[in-house]
């Protein structure tokens, strides 16, 4: 065969290879924004935040579990995520304008829905809110009536495992079905997004020995956690009008608390560090996830790694359901132990602050996909 006819030949199949490749690549990169950052890294910036920390500060879903001193946000905004974000003043003409989202769980989604809604409010959005705070809709200044977002929370029926239980932790007998505040969220709301957590108190640190909760029984705890999961995840298989609406199903995991027992504290218990120190590189540390530094980060690490497991199963055993990647806000807020509420409060966020950068990745998913 002769070379110029040997070229013809494996033309095509170069051509298809390229494209191939291509295809790869560009799956590649639209996973690293769907699937949260793989290397999450905060800058330190130079810029004064004040401006937009004031017009944050006047959403009018913030309470006294969000706030924090101005001094203390000021340190918290100077760091930034490093990453691939949406726009938010583009929203009107993009894909995810008109949508319904529906967020269920404890404390932390509660903070989710607070922040997300105040995002749109700092970027100059007009927010209404229902009579009880849990229905916020998102309009645009240039055009007040038409809404381009409307976001459901299931209020303040915290429900950390999803499903209905009787008693209080630490021994709550756990039930068959959905929490009968998420099965209202359903029943009673068209969805297109439902984002979920899947609850901080099955673990032994948030009842047991705080300075050393390994010291818990592991096996029993985490079996717990596994049948809330699998309770969950059954119980919306069998919710006909989430396959019907084709609604997109996300599972936010459980965020590390960053908790150091400190010798000679004031609090025995120790706490979670007030600021950082560290910014001069301009780079925040890796965040170091022993036991022995951050003890109660033990739990949290064994919870999301089965929780990544269990929507993997979910994805085989009930395909007609849209399962979406799990939203990786541990990965994301390790790094900023400086950021949480209190000294002693080393679950919560300030806001504005982490749980903004979580709810934006989130938003990033549905940019991305348009």
Known sequence: MNRGLMIILLLPCSIMVALLIMTQLKAVSRRTVRTGIKSPKWKHIASNQSDYIAAYRTCPLLDNQDNCSLSRLESIASWQLVSQLPDLTTL?????????????????????????????????FIVSLSDSDTTATISSNTIPSKTLLTFHWT???????????????PSPTLKKGLHPSLQSLLSNHRLDHLLLNTGLW??????????????????????????????????????NTLASQKTKITFRNTPFRHFKTVQDSSNPLGGCPKSRDDWSEGWGPNFNSSVTDYPLSYAEIQQNVRLEEFIHEARREHPELQWQDVLDAAFIAENREDAHTSFTDCSHYCLPGVPDAWNMIWLARYWDSC
């Open 202 to 239: 099955l673990d032994p640190s948030s009842f047991l020995d705080r300075i050393n909760p390994t010291t818990g029984s592991p096996e029993t705890w985490l079996t717990e956690y596994e049948k809330t999961i699998t309770e969950t995840i059954n119980a919306l298989s069998t919710t």
């Open 92 to 124: 009107q003409d993009s894909c995810i304008a008109g949508q319904i989202i529906g967020i269920s769980g404890d404390s932390l989604s509660r903070q989710s829905f607070h922040s997300i809604v105040c995002l749109f409010h700092a970027y100059g």
């Open 155 to 169: 209020s303040n029926h915290l429900n950390p495992y999803l499903i209905g239980f009787d008693g209080q932790r």
